[in-house]
């Protein structure tokens, strides 16, 4: 059965260090969604790809996240310079239809990258 | 206001019998699926069940079954025959429209299995 992929499953890093993930969805799903999971809350939308477009990167702390989708296969989430705050679940998702019928397209999830920042 | 509501944060059922996880929704477009997940203390959001606005019938996937009450905005999920497995956090969630990019979701139900 597909699945989507992430690494590392867990990352212990010290405030102002530099930190990475990798998703790569299910073969062949068109969008890629990267969200944040803090500990007792619902998962918060970071950014969505589409292909390797940007579609929605509305809530995606700038000065310090970035994201990409080069290949418009995998994806890597990069945090620099990591805060305290930013401990949390990091969840990829994807899903196989690109804008049409959306409200019916499923999305899929990886088992996260539980970040723990000292 | 919120998109997604659950107000349940934690729920308690025997084993074997039955329980109902409640989810009101707030939408004003008429086009709209809702979405159940199951998340284990392992982390992973396990897709359960969809329903789509225009769907007649409730939803159902072998144990788990959709209480779908559009009039009144409520998507409940109802788990039969309750496992010690079917301990975790549910989500509900819900994409509006044609183009909707925005999966939201709400702030989930713990649910804890007694044997």
């Known amino acids: 059965e597909a699945e989507v992929a992430q690494s590392p499953r867990y990352k212990i890093t010290e405030k102002s260090q530099a930190v990475a993930f990798w998703c790569d969805p299910i073969?062949?799903?068109?969008?890629l969604y990267w969200y944040r999971q803090i500990l007792g809350q619902g998962p918060e939308l970071l950014v969505q790809f589409q292909d390797e477009s940007v579609v929605d990167d509305s809530q995606l702390p700038k000065d310090r996240f970035s994201a990409e989708r080069l290949k418009g296969v995998d994806s890597t989430l990069k945090i620099q310079p990591a805060e305290l705050g930013d401990s949390a679940m990091y969840l990829c998702a994807s899903s196989l239809l690109a804008g049409v019928l959306a409200r019916t397209d499923t999305q899929y999830f990886g088992p996260g990258t539980r970040l723990t920042v000292l | 206001a919120q998109k997604i509501t659950q107000t349940q944060p934690g729920m308690f059922v025997q084993e074997k019998e039955a329980v109902t996880l409640d989810c009101t929704y707030d939408t004003s477009d008429p086009s709209y699926g809702l979405f159940w997940y199951k998340q284990p203390s392992s982390g992973e959001m396990i897709f359960l069940i969809y329903?789509?606005?225009?769907?007649?019938q409730n939803a159902t996937e072998g144990r788990y079954s959709l209480n779908f009450q559009k009039a009144r905005k409520s998507a409940n999920l109802v788990i039969s025959a309750s496992q010690l497995g079917d301990s975790a956090m549910y989500f509900c969630a819900m994409r509006e429209g044609f183009t909707g990019n925005q999966f939201y979701f709400g702030t989930g139900t713990s649910l804890t299995v007694i044997p």
């Open positions: 073969s062949g799903h068109a969008t």
């Open positions: 329903q789509g606005s225009y769907d007649q």
